[in-house]
């Protein structure tokens, strides 16, 4: 029997616009609770699940409730936006938010354990990867929000360091879906790639349309004109449909194409719990990771109080789908394996290039970037 | 004006501490350990021989401070970039901060979220507050050399009969060729001309014949570059070319 019944908040956005992704995160939480509530460890969880639907006022609700039932730990939160809403709630109640999504960085908030990649694990190795074998001329387009900003500013300062130049820059309000006269200035423009910073829908109709439009000029936009992003998942592409999921490039620390026997058990599990999708991301392993590092980490404290739940978990180490994750003791950020993958007809990514090692996050960049930003080569290799 | 690159990654900086004992430094080390920035008490360095590219000076302003510690009499700017906390918001706590010339403030209790943008725009604003100051100081000077420069072109229109255009292009050529200030070169001029200036100054045209300026060691150059006067290359050391023969 557990010692520990804990009780743990899941604050995730099923519903709305971004909900394809968050779905999964969803599944892999809970993949992870039952897997320690059937472990027999010395802790339990009891999760206690809302649903904000992308509403930023509902985060705040929901978020106050669950602190106000003395929860201390809650996994949740995809866009910077919900999070940097719910993080003074947090700080207010002394307790923890688990953040399972990647994000731009320049945040290390004492209440907000990180284990989504920040820029030098997904946006500088895909950065790399495209100045290198792809091309130096890009068109970015993008939600318009921070995420979309800061990872076209870091874009923008590699490729002009690198003697590449981004062409233009184009954002949309979120949940956008006509993109005619972008995609028009973007065939003008005949950038060697585009840079997707869209989030959601507005990314799948973009990708779609784009699509159409190569065809209709035959154009092979895959080999001619890819489209490369850090968000694309794989429940995405089935969110894209089979007319236009393939050939698309992403940078992500996690791909469910991924050999090893943890993510093989992962994905098998996964897939058995939920037949009918949605399809496994990085996203929900890193909810995952998460819950499995949150209940480590609890069994070591031996209470659920935060200081020493966060000194419990930059002890741990787990091997997790992609490989070796383990948590940063300053930071609170996991350091994590990036990879380059690119989509395919059958709703995978095959992967390109792959780090050695795990990369300690770098949330501020200041082991990767110069003084005034501009980025450093990070270490990548071909995935054998 | 030149657009100003921005810092935005403070590793190798220090940061240094005014504070009362009681301060509570605990978030702020710690936030500042992760953006790769130190700590250290201001008193324990030399406050006025700070350097603008690696200190940044953290002041509370609820404790006693004389300005004097950092700031350079006259200076309009700290040494090094300043950065105010302020707990009371009373007028005689902030006076102390704007006598510092703090160019930003994290308010107390101090909150980690905000400490790297206070760091951001803290460093930058003092950059570009810098170079004001430079460009102040450079009008400031401009401005005392202009009484010379108005001496200097009516000298030339007076007693070599060119127009004030012509005057102003001729002094602006002569002073780029010899690579001094526009101001400073007409001062030069004006100050050894002793009464005979500019009857004296060399020739428009090198077929008007040599001409020097009394007491002139160096040969002078014609409007295209010629050397007159002197005796030919003679004087002329290896590797010296007519730019650096200066008259001022």
């Known amino acids: ?384 | 004006m030149t657009p100003q690159r921005l810092i935005q990654n403070f590793k190798h900086g220090r940061g240094l501490l005014w504070a009362g004992p009681d301060f509570n430094a605990e978030t702020l080390e710690r936030t500042l350990s992760k953006l790769g920035v130190s700590l250290t008490r201001l008193e324990h360095v030399d406050g006025t021989a700070l350097d603008h590219n690696r200190d940044i000076v953290f002041i509370d302003g609820d404790h006693a401070f004389d300005p004097a510690l950092l700031m350079r009499a006259g200076a309009a700017l700290p040494p090094a970039p300043t950065i105010g906390m302020v707990g009371v918001e009373a007028p005689s706590r902030l006076k102390l901060l704007a006598d510092v010339g703090v160019t930003a403030f994290l308010r107390k209790p101090i909150q980690a979220a905000a400490i790297y943008a206070a760091l951001f725009l803290g460093v930058n604003n003092h950059g570009r507050m810098r170079v004001m100051d430079q460009r102040l100081a450079d009008h400031d000077r401009r401005h005392h050399g202009r009484r010379f420069v108005i001496k200097a072109v009516i000298a030339l229109v007076q007693y070599h009969g060119l127009s004030d255009d012509e005057a102003y292009a001729r002094l602006r050529r002569e002073s780029m060729r010899q690579r001094i200030g526009l101001e400073e070169f007409c001062a030069a001029l004006v100050a050894d001309g002793s009464g005979t200036f500019p009857a004296e100054w060399p020739a428009l045209h090198a077929e008007d014949g040599p001409s020097r300026h009394p007491g002139d060691k160096h040969e002078t150059h014609d409007d295209d570059g010629r050397r007159s006067g002197g005796s030919a290359d003679a004087d002329r050391g290896p590797g010296r070319g007519p730019d650096q023969a200066g008259r001022a």
């Open chain 1, 1 to 384: 029997m557990p010692n520990l019944r804990v009780p743990i908040g899941i604050l995730i956005s099923s519903d709305g616009p971004y909900s394809a992704v968050a779905r999964s995160m969803l599944c892999g939480a809970l993949q992870a609770i039952d897997e320690i509530n059937a472990s027999g460890a010395s802790v339990a969880f009891e999760p206690v699940v809302g649903n904000p639907a992308g509403q930023l006022s509902r985060y705040v609700a929901l978020g106050e409730e669950m602190l106000a039932a003395g929860i201390k730990h809650v996994v949740g939160c995809y866009t910077s936006s919900s999070r940097k809403e719910i993080i003074p709630l947090f700080e207010k109640a002394d307790a923890l938010l688990w953040y399972p999504s990647h994000y731009e960085g320049f945040e290390s908030s004492p209440n907000v354990v990180y284990t989504g990649p920040v820029a030098n694990q997904h946006l500088l190795p895909l950065v790399d990867y495209l100045t290198h074998r792809v091309g130096k001329t890009a068109v970015c387009v993008g939600s318009n929000y921070i995420w979309a900003w800061e990872n076209n500013r870091v874009l923008r300062e590699a490729m002009g360091a690198g003697g590449g130049a981004v062409l233009a820059e184009r954002y949309f309000p979120l949940g956008s879906t006509d993109f005619g006269q972008v995609i028009e200035a973007i065939l003008e423009a005949a950038p060697a790639f585009v840079f997707n910073t869209l989030i959601g829908i507005s990314s799948y109709h973009f990708l779609r349309d784009f699509r159409a439009a190569c065809e209709a000029r035959g154009i092979d936009q895959p080999m001619m004109i890819p489209v490369a992003s850090c968000t694309l998942s794989e429940p995405e592409l089935q969110a894209i449909g089979p007319e236009a999921m393939d050939g698309h490039i992403t940078s992500s620390v996690y791909f469910a194409s991924i050999d090893t026997i943890e993510n093989a058990h992962f994905t098998a599990s996964y897939q058995a719990r939920n037949p009918d999708g949605p399809a496994v991301s990085a996203d929900a392993e890193a909810s995952y990771i998460a819950v499995h590092l949150l209940g480590l980490a609890i069994a070591e404290a031996g209470t659920v109080q935060i200081d020493a739940v966060k000194r419990a978990v930059a002890r741990q180490v787990i091997r997790a789908p992609q490989g070796e994750v383990r948590v940063d003791a300053d930071t609170m950020h996991a350091a994590l394996t990036p990879r380059i993958g690119r989509s395919r007809r059958d709703g995978q990514f095959e992967i390109l290039m792959q780090a050695p090692a795990p990369v300690a996050a770098d949330p501020y960049l200041i082991r990767t970037a110069s003084r005034l930003g501009s980025v450093v080569r990070p270490n990548l290799r071909v995935a054998s």
